[in-house]
């Protein structure tokens, strides 16, 4: 799994709504682009910067749901009156629209539970009308669901995804880890040759020192600071011995933007990884 970690105070460089919200729509296209399946937002205790953190997990997971989703989940959102500007995702599980009778048994998408009835739950999956949703007993209305189709058009019909039944990329998952402190405990805890966390730092070691160790890991963590502060600045409580290391050597400017990093640091990992 490819995880990035970034602060609540990621957009706190931007001073209005619209480019605040624009720079996280290309952080989700990056995200995406190099198929990160796992978003940490870890909060940076220099101040407040608990409603960027808000916007910014609120226009990553506007990003990754699928555009015939979009509506019936966020509505008219003032927070999102910029979603007209955001570059589209077109992922995997971004599935255009399709006839009813055009959708195959084993066929795949992305819904949201929208009603529950007699004969049991109806997802809204993109098509002319919702589909029955079978053996689903845990979800609840307004949950989103990726199901697979297990009956064809002109009684379509559908259950929940079984874990490592979807191929390829299938979006990623935006959630809260804490401060930067319990971030940085967690990754020395995990610690392992399948396991790397790696922290980013234009004053770190060559990120060549470790390519023999991205290239074995199956999980990866990318940890990222803020545009103003340094992650072992924002957790500077932390007696934890864990190097940063520099991906852009020999940098030309005075600071590397947070979306420049990011797609810089996963455009390296990415190489190492399937070259």
Same mark, same amino acid.
């Given at each position: 799994?490819?995880?990035?970690?970034?602060?609540?105070?990621?957009?706190?460089?931007?001073?209005?709504?619209?480019?605040?919200?624009?720079?996280?729509?290309?952080?989700?296209?990056?995200?995406?682009?190099?198929?990160?399946?796992?978003?940490?937002?870890?909060?940076?205790?220099?101040?407040?910067?608990?409603?960027?953190?808000?916007?910014?997990?609120?226009?990553?997971?506007?990003?990754?749901?699928?555009?015939?989703?979009?509506?019936?989940?966020?509505?008219?959102?003032?927070?999102?009156?910029?979603?007209?500007?955001?570059?589209?995702?077109?992922?995997?599980?971004?599935?255009?629209?399709?006839?009813?009778?055009?959708?195959?048994?084993?066929?795949?998408?992305?819904?949201?539970?929208?009603?529950?009835?007699?004969?049991?739950?109806?997802?809204? /999956?993109? @098509?002319? $009308?919702? %589909? #029955?949703?079978?053996? +689903?007993?845990?979800?609840? *209305?307004?949950?989103?669901?990726?199901?697979?189709?297990?009956?064809?058009?002109?009684?379509?019909?559908?259950?929940?995804?079984?874990?490592?039944?979807?191929?390829?990329?299938?979006?990623?998952?935006?959630?809260?880890?804490?401060?930067?402190?319990?971030?940085?405990?967690?990754?020395?805890?995990?610690?392992?040759?399948?396991?790397?966390?790696?922290?980013?730092?234009?004053?770190?070691?060559?990120?060549?020192?470790?390519?023999?160790?991205?290239?074995?890991?199956?999980?990866?963590?990318?940890?990222?600071?803020?545009?103003?502060?340094?992650?072992?600045?924002?957790?500077?409580?932390?007696?934890?011995?864990?190097?940063?290391?520099?991906?852009?050597?020999?940098?030309?400017?005075?600071? /590397?933007? @947070?979306? $420049?990093? %990011? #797609?810089?640091?996963? +455009?390296?990992?990415?190489? *190492?990884?399937?070259?």
């Amino acid at each position: 799994m490819l995880s990035v970690a970034i602060p609540d105070s990621s957009l706190a460089d931007e001073s209005i709504l619209r480019e605040k919200s624009v720079k996280a729509a290309r952080i989700a296209r990056i995200l995406a682009l190099f198929g990160v399946e796992s978003v940490l937002i870890y909060r940076d205790t220099s101040a407040d910067y608990s409603r960027d953190g808000m916007l910014l997990r609120l226009v990553l997971e506007f990003m990754d749901t699928p555009q015939y989703l979009r509506k019936r989940l966020y509505g008219r959102m003032r927070e999102l009156r910029y979603a007209g500007l955001f570059p589209p995702l077109k992922a995997p599980h971004h599935k255009p629209y399709v006839r009813m009778d055009e959708v195959k048994v084993d066929d795949v998408r992305q819904g949201v539970v929208i009603a529950r009835r007699k004969n049991g739950y109806y997802v809204d /999956v993109g @098509l002319d $009308e919702p %589909i #029955l949703l079978e053996h +689903a007993d845990k979800v609840k *209305v307004n949950d989103k669901v990726s199901v697979v189709f297990t009956s064809p058009y002109p009684d379509l019909r559908c259950r929940l995804a079984r874990e490592g039944e979807i191929k390829g990329y299938w979006g990623y998952r935006v959630r809260y880890a804490g401060t930067a402190s319990d971030l940085l405990k967690s990754c020395s805890k995990k610690k392992s040759e399948e396991s790397l966390a790696i922290i980013t730092s234009k004053l770190g070691r060559p990120v060549r020192e470790i390519e023999q160790d991205i290239a074995r890991a199956r999980d990866i963590m990318l940890i990222f600071g803020s545009p103003y502060r340094d992650v072992h600045e924002i957790a500077s409580d932390v007696r934890i011995d864990m190097p940063t290391y520099n991906f852009f050597p020999m940098q030309r400017v005075e600071s /590397v933007r @947070l979306e $420049e990093a %990011i #797609l810089g640091c996963l +455009a390296v990992v990415n190489y *190492v990884k399937f070259r």
